[in-house]
């Protein structure tokens, strides 16, 4: 069986540009999110995982059904926030999904998975998996 790529598929013109790594302010958006649903301290672990680990690469919709959580449409704020980004000609931070017995969650980037889904589903998406 052959294995999801997990390095950048630099062969494939995306139409999503991307920043190499995480922008700093995503860790505490993450944090702001996972303290929501977890304890604090539960919630800065799992951060600190996030943190840890390295830049990966998964298809949209592989993203999404791993999360359990439905694309949010082109007319979603968030969504054209991002998508106005890239008409600007700004790269996009890659996404935080953790990793939890319930299953993963988008802990910072469900905005930008959804826009990379409505543009193709099998996008390939830049995140750190922790």
Do not use: C
């Amino acid at each position: 069986m052959t294995k999801t790529p997990t390095s950048n598929p630099l062969t494939v013109k995306s139409p999503m540009t991307w920043l190499k790594d995480v922008a700093s302010h995503d860790y505490e958006a993450a944090y702001n999110y996972l303290s929501l649903k977890l304890d604090d301290g539960q919630a800065g672990d799992m951060v600190a995982r996030l943190k840890n680990a390295k830049v990966t690469w998964r298809r949209a919709n592989d993203i999404l059904r791993a999360t359990g959580l439905p694309a949010l449409p082109l007319t979603d704020p968030g969504v054209q926030r991002d998508l106005l980004k890239l008409l600007h000609g700004e790269k996009l931070s890659p996404v935080l999904v953790v990793d939890q017995k319930e299953g993963a969650d988008i802990a910072d980037g469900y905005h930008r998975v959804s826009l990379a889904y409505n543009i193709d589903p099998f996008l390939m998406v830049p995140l750190r998996l922790g």
